[in-house]
């Protein structure tokens, strides 16, 4: 079974098929804290968690696909207003630990900082990319706000995806290599970055974005 973890349900939400011919299950967090879930240390094999009313212990799962790289309070919505915080703090460090511990390949993994992998800064990404040799935008950041947003993407540069090691629709230009570069860096499965009509970095991401169609398929291959 492939669990694709997402924030919450709705239109914006993808289906249980978007990873087909896989077998996948789509679970929100929601879902996730309120079904019965059990975790060991040692014995992490016996762990399991519940997933469309029902137990699968985690040797059922063959990979994982998660959206989710914070756990927003608000969405806990079973719980009382004044627990939510608390609770979803308890469920990020819950999720920190499940997907570490699994030995099936999960998209992204946790780092320290984010359920995703590195949930880095404009600064952050800037220094990753300039020490992989690959050219940057110039940056200003103000000591008041340094999480300042990334650059959008520009409507005449270059969008790449990096699933597994390779370039999703390749584009035969220098930010491919550029992107397959900064992946390895952040040692991430799942990249997209974006950068201007000179190759230049304008930002990046490492969650999930399930709405391409080359990348559902990119996907699937690499979990296969």
């Known amino acids: 079974m492939i669990l694709v973890l997402v924030a919450a349900g709705g239109a914006s939400a993808p289906s249980a098929a978007a990873l087909a011919p896989l077998e996948a299950e789509v679970v929100t967090l929601e879902e996730l804290a309120a079904g019965p879930g059990t975790l060991y240390d040692p014995g992490f094999e016996r762990s399991a968690l519940t997933v469309s009313g029902r137990r699968v212990v985690v040797g059922e799962l063959t990979g994982v696909v998660n959206l989710v790289p914070a756990v927003p309070p608000e969405l806990l919505t079973f719980y009382a207003e004044e627990e939510r915080e608390y609770q979803a703090g308890e469920l990020h460090a819950w999720l920190s630990f499940f997907l570490s511990s699994l030995r099936c390949r999960v998209v992204n993994r946790p780092t320290p900082v984010s359920l995703t992998g ?10 990753l990319a300039r020490a992989a040799g690959i050219a940057t935008v110039p940056l200003a ?18 969008d790449v995806v990096c699933v597994g090691g390779r370039v999703v629709s390749p584009t035969g230009s220098l930010s491919d290599k550029a992107a397959m570069r900064l992946a390895e860096a952040a040692d991430v499965t799942y990249l997209r ?11 990046a991401s490492s ?17 296969a």
């Open 118 to 127: 590195p949930a880095l800064t404009p600064l952050s990404w800037t220094r």
């Open 141 to 158: 950041v103000d000591s008041r706000d340094v999480r300042a947003a990334l650059r959008e993407p520009e409507p005449d540069g270059v």
């Open 193 to 203: 970055v974006w950068f201007d009509r000179d190759w230049r970095l304008l930002g």
């Open 207 to 223: 969650v999930p974005d399930l709405r391409p169609e080359p990348t559902r398929r990119a996907l699937a291959d690499y979990l």
